[in-house]
C-alpha cells in the first residue's frame, strides 16, 4: 500500500500526504474497491464481486469492471465517469484521467463462447491516458505511450508513441519531452 501511495506523490504534484490520497482521492478508493470485488470475482462469487464494484461506482464516479485486470500502482487521477472493462488488462505504473473509458466491442454473433472473448484493451507498463479519451476493443497500447486528451484509439499502438486525434494518430515518441510549442512573455512560438 505504501508503494501505490508514493507513486501517486511521485506522479501528481498536488498530492500533499498518503493521508490526504486515502481520505480524498477516487482513483485510490477505487482501486481498493476492484481488488476487493476481483477477488470475489476469481472466487467465482459474480454477484458479490458486482455489488462491491458498483458500489465504489456510487462513491467515486469510477467504474471497474470486477473482471479487469490492474497491475501495480494504477493512478486514477480526478476520476469522475472513468469506466474500465470486464476483459482490459492494465499493467504497473499506468495513469488515467477523468472520462476515459477501456471500451468494449460485441464480440460476432456467431461467436460459439461470446462471453470469454477478449473485447477491452491492453495498456501495458508506464501508460498515460489523458482526459476524455477513449481506447476501443481488444487494442494493445504498448509500454511508455501517451494518449491524448479526447483521442479515440482503435488500433493497436506501438511502445513509445504519442497519439492524439479522431482517429488517433501517433505524432512523437513518448520517451522525449513533447513540446510542440514554447511560451515566451505571453507569446506562443512554435518551436
Do not use: C, W
Amino acid at each position: 500500500m505504501s508503494e501505490f501511495l508514493q507513486s501517486i506523490i511521485d506522479r501528481d504534484p498536488a498530492a500533499k500526504s498518503k493521508l490526504s490520497l486515502v481520505l480524498t482521492y477516487p482513483g485510490v478508493k477505487a482501486v481498493f474497491f476492484h481488488r476487493l470485488a476481483n477477488f470475489f470475482s476469481v472466487a467465482k462469487f459474480d454477484l458479490v464481486a458486482r455489488i462491491i464494484s458498483q458500489f465504489s461506482r456510487f462513491l467515486t464516479g469510477i467504474e471497474i469492471h470486477p473482471g479487469a485486470k490492474i497491475g501495480k500502482n494504477l493512478f486514477i487521477d480526478h476520476g469522475m465517469g472513468v469506466v474500465i472493462g470486464e476483459t482490459s488488462e492494465i499493467g504497473n505504473n499506468v495513469t488515467i484521467y477523468h472520462m476515459v473509458t477501456l471500451g468494449g466491442i460485441s464480440p460476432s454473433i456467431n461467436s460459439n463462447d461470446q462471453r470469454h472473448i477478449k473485447r477491452h484493451p491492453t495498456l501495458k507498463d508506464n501508460v498515460v491516458v489523458g482526459s476524455g479519451a477513449q481506447i476501443l476493443g481488444p487494442v494493445v497500447v504498448g509500454k511508455n505511450s501517451k494518449i491524448g486528451a479526447n483521442a479515440v484509439v482503435t488500433k493497436d499502438v506501438p511502445e513509445n508513441a504519442v497519439m492524439i486525434g479522431i482517429p488517433a494518430k501517433n505524432v512523437g515518441t513518448a520517451t522525449e519531452e513533447f513540446k510542440p510549442y514554447a511560451v515566451t512573455n505571453g507569446d506562443i512560438n512554435k518551436e
